[in-house]
């Protein structure tokens, strides 16, 4: 397997790196200063794709790979996937659900916890109405770690869970303006996007406080700095952001938020979870068995 | 503060009489609405001198509330010889003299019930923090260091780490309530075991140390806990062992933990307490895998309202002579 060539977008983990390499012939596409020369050059021996959040396979790089037959995102978000070309031409995906769920669940309400934990929120304790939109796995799992600390959990999804005891809301406006904390624990999609805009800030008001730990694009970001500048919203606990590594200046300065730089799945035991994952749908699609945790 | 007085007066026939013990600096919170219950004296609100007020009323003090961290001594429980109740308003005891109360028979209720959900919350917030780096990683991100080094120091995942709770009480089971959702392993030390509890139980903290890779400190100062954590604990739990504190700041020997952290022989730990507030040892600002806080665990509005219908609640039942809601049992 060693002449096949696995492109790998950033550097994401040095223990995946050092596998792919064992296995196959890995391209780090970060360190090559001309790209479109490096593709041309290789296109036919790349095969496979591994992506992270910060990048994955778009129809550009889809276009310019004829033999490119596997991608495998070191992450459980598809966003940077061209989801329908890859469909079209027969590439198999595959992602890392499950084994990062419960970390970037415990990171969301660490973030609540140190956002309620600084002075200026001090005459309010963790609010008891949480509002988490959507309920999928990270979503689920927010709403179990909430309820421990007696909070009462909404939520919005695209399709009410009648199997669900919590409450439904049918869209985020009112979820926002019956919350006191508001999750975004959707995936991101066309629809998603900007799915916390002006109006869904102004819902949650000024004791309101938003938590992301899903993707940057989620978030209305200049809508939210100038309500958190104007304190029109409570405060924020953010993990990720639209540009990143970039985040607003004018945050810095501010008193009612929270800022991490994307460790949501960051821990020891997960990132390596993650990486386990990677190899082996990787080396699972190149001996013809089927793939462990396939998305297309 | 004449008007008080007068106001105090007309009401003193129907109300049962209750002392206010508080140092000048600390205010009685709520005394708006206790003043719709009891008739209250306090010595401070009086043009009288403070051993003058209190030898005149003496004899009708059968209940007193003291405020915060406001002491109760021996000496001082000479001057109301007919006192039978003292009403904490904090979550601590360890500024009330329990062996004099226990020898004068004066019963204690303390109100930690009010704030435990508040200091449980901050525990895991604490440990969440430790663990996942939190606050060290908004320091690098504010720093704007995240576009120069790109990647942060990873964390550690909460799910299966063995949590050692020292002080099983009303904060300690609040603790374990919160903890379990994230898939922690919990065992705990107290006193006495508690038969109806779930958790293994260890009659040391320092096997419950040994088997532990978190310990949160949720137990009253007492001179039996008094530097519970000491280095014998601290070697016990290990390198890669935390240390939350919640409780009183001397329930640990500081200055062990101090040297032992700037060492690199315990991973990292979570203070909301110290043993001189608010003087922290300035060794701790420079340890990224230490998170402080000023004694976070402070009123909020839910923990004022739990706290005043707790203090309300054991006044009533005690005038009554009705059993008390949180009385501490002194043994």
Same mark, same amino acid.
């Given at each position: 397997?060693?002449?096949?060539?696995?492109?790998?977008?950033?550097?994401?983990?040095?223990?995946?790196?050092?596998?792919?390499?064992?296995?196959?012939?890995?391209?780090?596409?970060?360190?090559?200063?001309?790209?479109?020369?490096?593709?041309?050059?290789?296109?036919?021996?790349?095969?496979?794709?591994?992506?992270?959040?910060?990048?994955?396979?778009?129809?550009?790089?889809?276009?310019?790979?004829?033999?490119?037959?596997?991608?495998?995102?070191?992450?459980?978000?598809?966003?940077?996937?061209?989801?329908?070309?890859?469909?079209?031409?027969?590439?198999?995906?595959?992602?890392?659900?499950?084994?990062?769920?419960?970390?970037?669940?415990?990171?969301?309400?660490?973030?609540?916890?140190?956002?309620?934990?600084?002075?200026?929120?001090?005459?309010?304790?963790?609010?008891?109405?949480?509002?988490?939109?959507?309920?999928?796995?990270?979503?689920?799992?927010?709403?179990?770690?909430?309820?421990?600390?007696?909070?009462?959990?909404?939520?919005?999804?695209?399709?009410?869970?009648?199997?669900?005891?919590?409450?439904?809301?049918?869209?985020?406006?009112?979820?926002?303006?019956?919350?006191?904390?508001?999750?975004?624990?959707?995936?991101?999609?066309?629809?998603?996007?900007?799915?916390?805009?002006?109006?869904?800030?102004?819902?949650?008001?000024?004791?309101?406080? !938003?938590? *992301? &730990? +899903?993707?940057? /694009? $989620? =978030?209305?970001?200049?809508?939210?700095?100038?309500?958190?500048?104007?304190?029109? #919203?409570?405060?924020?606990?953010?993990?990720?952001?639209?540009?990143?590594?970039?985040?607003?200046?004018?945050?810095?300065? !501010?008193? *009612? &938020? +929270?800022?991490? /730089? $994307? =460790?949501?799945?960051?821990?020891?035991?997960?990132?390596?979870?993650?990486?386990? #994952?990677?190899?082996?749908?990787?080396?699972?699609?190149?001996?013809?068995?089927?793939?462990?945790?396939?998305?297309? | 503060?004449?008007?008080?007085?007068?106001?105090?007066?007309?009401?003193?026939?129907?109300?049962?009489?209750?002392?206010?013990?508080?140092?000048?600096?600390?205010?009685?919170?709520?005394?708006?609405?206790?003043?719709?219950?009891?008739?209250?004296?306090?010595?401070?609100?009086?043009?009288?001198?403070?051993?003058?007020?209190?030898?005149?009323?003496?004899?009708?003090?059968?209940?007193?509330?003291?405020?915060?961290?406001?002491?109760?001594?021996?000496?001082?429980?000479?001057?109301?010889?007919?006192?039978?109740?003292?009403?904490?308003?904090?979550?601590?005891?360890?500024?009330?003299?329990?062996?004099?109360?226990?020898?004068?028979?004066?019963?204690?209720?303390?109100?930690?019930?009010?704030?435990?959900?508040?200091?449980?919350?901050?525990?895991?917030?604490?440990?969440?923090?430790?663990?996942?780096?939190?606050?060290?990683?908004?320091?690098?991100?504010?720093?704007?260091?995240?576009?120069?080094?790109?990647?942060?120091?990873?964390?550690?995942?909460?799910?299966?780490?063995?949590?050692?709770?020292?002080?099983?009480?009303?904060?300690?089971?609040?603790?374990?309530?919160?903890?379990?959702?994230?898939?922690?392993?919990?065992?705990?030390?107290?006193?006495?075991?508690?038969?109806?509890?779930?958790?293994?139980?260890?009659?040391?903290?320092?096997?419950?140390?040994?088997?532990?890779?978190?310990?949160?400190?949720?137990?009253?100062?007492?001179?039996?806990?008094?530097?519970?954590?000491?280095?014998?604990?601290?070697?016990?739990?290990?390198?890669?062992?935390?240390?939350?504190?919640?409780?009183?700041?001397?329930?640990?020997?500081?200055?062990?933990?101090?040297?032992?952290?700037?060492?690199?022989?315990?991973?990292?730990?979570?203070?909301?307490?110290?043993?001189?507030?608010?003087?922290?040892?300035?060794?701790?600002?420079?340890?990224?895998?230490?998170?402080?806080?000023?004694?976070?665990?402070?009123?909020?509005?839910?923990?004022?309202?739990?706290?005043?219908?707790?203090?309300?609640?054991?006044?009533?039942?005690?005038?009554?002579?009705?059993?008390?809601?949180?009385?501490?049992?002194?043994?």
């Amino acid at each position: 397997m060693e002449s096949i060539g696995v492109l790998m977008a950033y550097p994401m983990n040095s223990y995946l790196e050092q596998e792919l390499e064992k296995r196959f012939n890995l391209l780090r596409f970060w360190t090559v200063p001309e790209k479109s020369t490096f593709l041309a050059t290789h296109k036919n021996s790349i095969r496979a794709v591994v992506g992270n959040a910060s990048a994955g396979a778009d129809s550009e790089l889809i276009e310019v790979l004829p033999r490119l037959e596997i991608v495998s995102s070191f992450s459980v978000g598809l966003d940077k996937i061209d989801l329908a070309k890859c469909k079209e031409k027969g590439i198999r995906v595959t992602n890392t659900p499950d084994v990062l769920t419960e970390v970037v669940a415990d990171l969301a309400i660490g973030l609540m916890l140190a956002v309620l934990r600084k002075p200026c929120q001090s005459d309010r304790s963790l609010g008891k109405k949480v509002g988490i939109i959507g309920l999928g796995r990270i979503g689920m799992a927010v709403a179990k770690r909430a309820e421990a600390f007696r909070c009462l959990i909404n939520y919005y999804s695209r399709t009410e869970k009648p199997e669900i005891k919590y409450k439904y809301y049918p869209n985020v406006v009112e979820l926002a303006a019956n919350s006191d904390i508001l999750v975004v624990a959707c995936s991101l999609t066309e629809e998603t996007r900007h799915i916390i805009n002006r109006e869904v800030i102004d819902a949650l008001g000024p004791k309101g406080v !938003l938590i *992301n &730990v +899903v993707r940057g /694009p $989620h =978030v209305d970001e200049p809508e939210l700095v100038s309500a958190l500048v104007e304190r029109r #919203l409570g405060g924020a606990g953010l993990d990720v952001f639209e540009h990143e590594p970039e985040v607003p200046e004018e945050l810095f300065g !501010l008193d *009612n &938020v +929270v800022l991490l /730089p $994307h =460790v949501g799945s960051g821990t020891v035991e997960t990132r390596q979870a993650m990486a386990d #994952l990677v190899i082996g749908n990787l080396e699972a699609h190149f001996l013809n068995k089927p793939l462990l945790t396939p998305v297309v | 503060m004449a008007n008080k007085e007068t106001q105090q007066q007309f009401s003193s026939e129907e109300l049962p009489i209750v002392l206010v013990n508080r140092l000048p600096s600390f205010k009685l919170p709520f005394q708006d609405h206790l003043l719709s219950h009891f008739h209250l004296l306090d010595p401070h609100d009086s043009p009288e001198t403070y051993d003058s007020f209190l030898s005149r009323h003496s004899n009708s003090i059968r209940a007193l509330i003291t405020v915060g961290p406001t002491p109760v001594t021996a000496e001082f429980l000479n001057l109301l010889p007919r006192l039978e109740l003292i009403v904490g308003t904090s979550a601590g005891l360890n500024h009330i003299d329990l062996s004099a109360c226990r020898s004068r028979g004066i019963a204690v209720t303390h109100s930690s019930s009010a704030f435990s959900e508040d200091v449980a919350d901050c525990a895991v917030g604490l440990l969440t923090d430790v663990l996942r780096r939190i606050s060290a990683a908004d320091r690098f991100v504010r720093d704007r260091m995240w576009p120069v080094k790109k990647e942060y120091p990873i964390g550690f995942k909460l799910g299966g780490k063995r949590v050692g709770i020292v002080g099983l009480g009303s904060i300690g089971s609040e603790v374990a309530k919160r903890i379990s959702a994230f898939g922690c392993i919990i065992a705990y030390n107290s006193r006495k075991k508690k038969q109806s509890v779930p958790f293994p139980f260890y009659a040391s903290v320092c096997d419950l140390a040994a088997n532990s890779d978190v310990l949160i400190l949720c137990c009253a100062l007492t001179e039996e806990t008094h530097h519970i954590v000491n280095k014998d604990v601290m070697v016990a739990l290990g390198k890669q062992g935390v240390i939350i504190n919640v409780g009183r700041g001397s329930l640990i020997d500081e200055k062990e933990l101090v040297q032992s952290l700037v060492r690199g022989e315990i991973g990292g730990a979570g203070l909301d307490v110290f043993e001189n507030e608010p003087n922290v040892p300035k060794e701790l600002f420079e340890l990224d895998n230490v998170v402080l806080s000023p004694h976070c665990a402070v009123m909020t509005p839910q923990s004022f309202e739990a706290l005043l219908e707790l203090i309300v609640t054991n006044l009533k039942a005690f005038f009554s002579s009705k059993p008390l809601l949180s009385a501490v049992s002194i043994e």
